[in-house]
């Protein structure tokens, strides 16, 4: 089990840039999958984009093309870089591990 911690959130203008970073306490070279989940007031907990340690990555559709993650094991830290954000990719983003842990996560908010 290990404690991840979020940074890099803010308020952006839309169409501008963010990335998240998500440092855990200890190795995460031995967990295969980590992700980014978000919330949103009025909406359902969403995923948002995961990786494995083979590199693999899934998108929300709503995310494809605009969000890349990506990981270095060594730096036991997982990214979310954010491009061309919206109005709609507000909400409070959290990183999550396959094994079920879970940051306090962050908050990002777009304005229009």
Known sequence: QVILVESGGGLVQAGGSLRLSCTASGSISTINAMGWYREAPGKQREMV????????T???????GRFTISRDNAKSTVYL???GLKSED???YYCISED?????GIQVTVSS
């Open 100 to 104: 079920g842990d879970w940051g306090q």
């Open 81 to 83: 870089q954010m491009n």
């Open 90 to 92: 507000t909400g409070r």
């Open 49 to 56: 984009a995961a990786i494995t340690n083979g590199g693999t």
């Open 58 to 64: 899934n998108y929300a559709d709503s995310v494809k």
